[in-house]
């Protein structure tokens, strides 16, 4: 699954801290919990799934060693040569993911693109539009082990949605105490997990080492002709196998480039051939184990071990996408793509550690129903992958962006890079897309409502600014008019937000229309989104003194960063501005928007917006900004 776009910012691993003070060998195991989390629970269901769908009239052997072989060179053609080595060389100061990639594309494309932040929501949409199945998907199908367990009666392994659910449940709920306590262990578990999976491999291959004749291409490509259309569809499900590829990408800021492709090189992409090729060797041997093929490879003596092993990889790759989730919520909203939301620090010491209410309790209510609706991992089968393919695709879209105009190489390179991997992409996407009747329209469906709603809030805080613009009064203009005016002058300094420092805030206008006073000291704040990932304090605030009644505050945060204006103002002291929090007033404006069917948006597009703005987090709350020094300000505005 996708573990998209700004990744599973998981625990004890965040990006500013780790790749410096930890060691090579440590953040390439931590990295085996959060980005090879959900890679790693694919050998549970992708041959599985992948034979299920094959021809009663190819040879079982060759229906095999067919399948093996689509597995192992997308794993290779997917993971090791899109993502390990070309993608992870685009990064954005180190962070990785969709909008991170978004973000980069955009400081260097001429001229603000539209192209590239569609293509950016779009990642994004998809993104959250398969982050509710993988959990599910990754659960449930551990979980199912345990119908073949040994003295498990059939009543108990009828149970398999209730104590996924179970499960689930508790995983949302633990979220909001946060998960540093115990993710210094997904690493090790993970890694224990990859050895295991290696293990059960070796021991079937001995059975057979022939089927490491399925390393061969042709395999592959003879197994999909004489499928025929049928094999086009398998692919889809081959597909499977390496969904949560993007997270190398993803989560690079983690990491480090380093650790997480010597982990793949070396230890996780050997460890799921050698699995894949002992469930090849296992069927070959045993044609009846392809119902099931990974509890089927499990030894009885080792069978409850590997099972709740299984569980637990399974449970560590859901955490990690909704970390991811979590992130990727972190990232749309300081990149101006979602309204503000609650984002709590669930940890004071690692800057990784978030947690978002109304991201949380969504994802849980998508994850519960999808599993009382499709209620097999089979099932689920049918709608998985889609999204992932389309952000593959995004990701592949946004690269020729990075190589024609950062690295600056000619055109046909970036078309030559551009059109191999969109092949790929888009082979497996029309596979993908087969899928739609039997459930991959749900992800599709989320993925669009969510593309909508942040078109709807970028157009209309695009139009919202332009309105406010034209009503408002150059700063520097109302600046001379009131040094000629005795106007009341209040002890103090007063503060007002705005995000067009160049106008007089409407806060400002309001302050002196009703009430007749100006403060002593008067800052017109701006706060900034820069387009990397996070600002070094001596380049977070800049000053610009308009004269001596006011000055222009700047403000600025990377797109992985969360607000906090009172840290802020302290570091103004450098800069010879200093701020008693205590004798502050902030004024901000608080807008009253109607919506008008004969400007800007059509009228349900207005309402949309209207109802995002009536929902979206307080700015006092949302900049930490201290309540009873907040004074509000309201006006009405037409969209």
């Known amino acids: 699954m996708a573990d998209t776009a700004g990744g599973a910012q998981e625990a004890s691993e965040e990006s500013h801290h780790s790749p410096h003070s930890e060691s090579f060998m440590a953040l390439a195991l931590g990295s085996m919990g959060v980005v090879f989390g959900d890679i790693g629970t694919s050998p549970l269901y992708a041959m599985r799934e992948a034979l299920r769908h094959t021809r009663a009239t190819v040879s079982p052997e060759l229906a095999v060693l067919g399948v093996v072989s689509l597995v192992t060179w997308a794993l290779i053609l997917i993971v090791t040569v899109k993502y390990v080595i070309f993608l992870m060389r685009a990064d954005n100061k180190g962070e990785g993911g969709t909008l991170?990639?978004?973000?980069?594309?955009?400081?260097?494309?001429?001229?603000?693109?539209?192209?590239?932040?569609?293509?950016?929501?779009?990642?994004?949409?998809?993104?959250?539009g398969d982050g509710i199945i993988t959990p599910a998907m990754s659960v449930l199908s551990a979980v199912e082990g345990v119908r073949d367990a040994p003295g498990v009666p059939h009543e108990v392994a009828a149970l398999t949605v209730p104590i996924t659910a179970g499960i689930l449940i508790v995983l949302f709920l633990v979220q909001a105490r946060g998960t540093a306590s115990v993710a210094k262990l997904f690493g090790p578990i993970c890694a224990i997990w990859f050895l295991v999976l290696a293990g059960l491999g070796v021991y079937h291959i001995a059975e057979d080492p022939t089927i490491f004749r399925a390393l061969s291409p042709h395999y592959g490509i003879i197994f999909l002709i004489d499928n025929g259309f049928l094999g086009f569809v398998i692919l889809g499900s081959v597909f499977l196998a390496v969904t949560g590829a993007e997270a190398l990408y993803a989560d690079m800021g983690h990491f480090g480039k380093g650790p997480?492709?010597?982990?793949?090189?070396?230890?996780?992409?050997?460890?799921?051939?050698?699995?894949?090729?002992?469930?090849?060797?296992?069927?070959?041997?045993?044609?009846?184990?392809?119902?099931?093929?990974?509890?089927?490879?499990?030894?009885?003596v080792i069978y409850w071990p590997v099972l709740l092993l299984a569980n637990a990889a399974s449970v560590i790759a859901s955490q990690a996408v909704i970390t991811g989730a979590f992130s990727m919520t972190q990232q749309a909203v300081q990149l101006g793509l979602f309204p503000r939301i609650s984002i709590l620090r669930t940890s004071e010491t690692q800057a990784g550690q978030i947690y978002v209410p109304q991201v949380n309790q969504a994802l849980m209510i998508g994850v519960l129903l999808l599993l009382f609706?499709?209620?097999?991992?089979?099932?689920?089968?049918?709608?998985?992958?889609?999204?992932?393919?389309?952000?593959?695709?995004?990701?592949?879209?946004?690269f020729f962006a990075i190589i024609r105009f950062m690295w600056k190489r000619p055109l046909w390179m970036a078309l030559l890079a551009v059109c191999g991997f969109g092949a790929v992409d888009l082979t497996f996407i029309s596979s993908n897309l087969l899928k739609i009747p039997d459930g991959a329209w749900l992800p599709l469906a989320l993925g669009f409502t969510i593309v909508v709603i942040m078109w709807t809030w970028t157009r209309g805080a695009q139009i919202l600014t332009e309105k406010t613009r034209r009503d408002s009064v150059p700063l520097q203009d109302l600046a001379e008019i009131l040094k000629s005016r005795a106007m009341y002058r209040a002890p103090g300094t007063a503060i007002f937000l705005?995000?067009?420092?160049?106008?007089?805030?409407?806060?400002?206008?309001?302050?002196?229309?009703?009430?007749?006073?100006?403060?002593?000291?008067?800052?017109?704040?701006?706060?900034?989104?820069?387009?990397?990932?996070?600002v070094f304090d001596d380049a977070r605030v800049r000053i610009e003194e308009v004269n001596d009644d006011f000055k222009k505050l700047f403000v600025t945060y990377g797109f992985m960063e969360s607000p906090n204006l009172p840290k802020a103002l302290g570091l103004c002291r450098k800069l010879g501005v200093k701020f008693?929090?205590?004798?502050?007033?902030?004024?901000?404006?608080?807008?009253?928007?109607?919506?008008?069917?004969?400007?800007?948006?059509?009228?349900?597009?207005?309402?949309?917006?209207?109802?995002?703005?009536?929902?979206?987090?307080?700015?006092?709350?949302?900049?930490?900004?201290?309540?009873?020094?907040?004074?509000?300000?309201?006006?009405?505005?037409?969209?």
Do not use: C
């Open 100 to 128: 991170a990639l978004m973000a980069l594309a955009q400081r260097f494309v001429p001229r603000r693109s539209g192209w590239v932040l569609l293509l950016g929501m779009a990642g994004a949409a998809l993104f959250y």
């Open 260 to 300: 997480i492709r010597a982990a793949w090189v070396f230890f996780v992409l050997p460890a799921l051939l050698l699995n894949y090729l002992g469930q090849g060797a296992l069927v070959i041997h045993h044609p009846g184990a392809h119902v099931d093929p990974f509890y089927r490879m499990i030894p009885q």
């Open 580 to 639: 008693d929090i205590m004798a502050t007033s902030f004024f901000l404006g608080r807008r009253s928007v109607v919506p008008s069917a004969q400007s800007g948006m059509p009228l349900w597009q207005d309402k949309l917006f209207i109802f995002l703005m009536k929902n979206a987090a307080n700015p006092t709350d949302f900049y930490k900004i201290p309540p009873g020094r907040v004074v509000e300000l309201g006006t009405q505005v037409t969209v």
């Open 373 to 398: 609706t499709f209620k097999t991992s089979s099932n689920l089968g049918a709608a998985y992958g889609i999204a992932v393919t389309g952000a593959m695709f995004v990701d592949t879209l946004l």
């Open 498 to 534: 705005t995000s067009d420092a160049s106008m007089a805030p409407v806060a400002l206008m309001h302050n002196l229309k009703h009430n007749k006073v100006l403060h002593a000291k008067n800052i017109i704040l701006t706060i900034e989104t820069a387009e990397t990932p996070r």
